[in-house]
């Protein structure tokens, strides 16, 4: 099952949203249930290189039950996942890392007392021994950091400084440069602005946009209508754990949005 053959109310649009060949993502199909809670049903949805889907939906719609799936946490009850159009078992997140997709969570794993670069190597050191005879290559380290700083337009020290003396939007975007690191090819974002003000949430929507140029996969959580506009190319929404559908950026008024969120418009 593709996008275009979710069944959504007339009036309601499905998929289209550019792309061609093979998508990146696939889900057909999928649900999912807790002790008779269906925390999401008939999830369908394509998602290629470069495109920024929006994932949409109020307090429990089973956003992050979607996100956790595709990130490997928790594996579906029904349906597939696609992976390159190949079907794959996504088990556990080292499974989902492996094949490039990597997920950066609202509460952020990062190491407060190291600086950026440490923390962006962390567990991935590059050096030469082993155990307690390996000697990091700190200088090869900090230069790798700096050029994907770069080339992302990251606006962080490298190193020197704490993270934990960092804002917001610098921890964010260092969480995404260290997945980036690991080649990712599909982004997960659970949220990632929404503890941040307004000037941090700006660097981390340019980032997603300079990620989406470089032809990174991204699926985004956001309750901000106006940062979904503003970074989405389609937007997925869900509805008390149903897919409602899968819509075109281009279609679509702040107002639909709200409305399709809600279920105004039905
Ligand atoms: N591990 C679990 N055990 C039982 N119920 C769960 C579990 N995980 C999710 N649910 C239920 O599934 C539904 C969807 O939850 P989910 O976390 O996916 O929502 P969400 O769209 O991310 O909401 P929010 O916007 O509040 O983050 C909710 O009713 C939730 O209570
Ligand atoms: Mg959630």
């Not at 289209?16 to 008939?42: C, M, N, Q, W, Y």
């Not at 470089?214 to 503003?230: A, P, R, T, Y």
């Not at 869900?238 to 418009?265: C, E, K, P, W, Y």
Request: proline share 3%.
């Amino acid at each position: 099952m593709t996008d275009a053959s979710v069944q959504v109310p007339p009036g309601e649009r499905t998929g289209g949203g550019g792309g061609d060949g093979v998508p990146l993502l696939e889900l057909r199909d999928i649900a999912k249930h807790f002790a008779g809670v269906t925390a999401l049903s008939g999830a369908s949805l394509t998602l290629y290189p470069g495109q920024v889907m929006g994932l949409v939906g109020n307090n429990g719609a089973g956003k992050s039950t979607l996100v956790r799936i595709v990130s490997g946490v928790q594996e579906p009850d029904e349906g597939s996942l696609l992976w390159n159009g190949e079907r794959v078992r996504l088990r556990n997140p080292r499974q989902a890392r492996a094949l490039g997709i990597d997920t950066v969570y609202q509460e952020l794993a990062l190491a407060d007392d190291l600086d950026a670069t440490a923390n962006i190597f962390l567990n991935r050191e590059i050096g030469w021994g082993v155990g307690p005879l390996r000697i990091n290559n700190n200088k090869r380290m900090r230069r790798e950091a700096v050029e994907l700083f770069e080339r992302f337009g990251i606006q962080v020290q490298a190193s020197g400084a704490d993270v934990r003396s960092m804002s917001g939007g610098q921890r964010q975007s260092i969480a995404i440069a260290r997945a980036l690191l690991g080649g990712s090819k599909l982004l997960l974002l659970d949220e990632p602005t929404a503890a941040l003000g307004v000037k941090e949430s700006g660097h981390v929507e340019d980032l997603v946009l300079r990620l989406r140029s470089h032809q990174v996969g991204i699926l985004i959580v956001s309750h901000s209508v106006e940062q979904l506009l503003k970074l989405c190319d389609r937007l997925c929404v869900l509805r008390h754990g149903q897919m409602v559908g899968v819509f075109d950026r281009a279609d679509l008024t702040a107002q639909d949005v709200v409305s399709l969120i809600v279920g105004a418009n039905a």
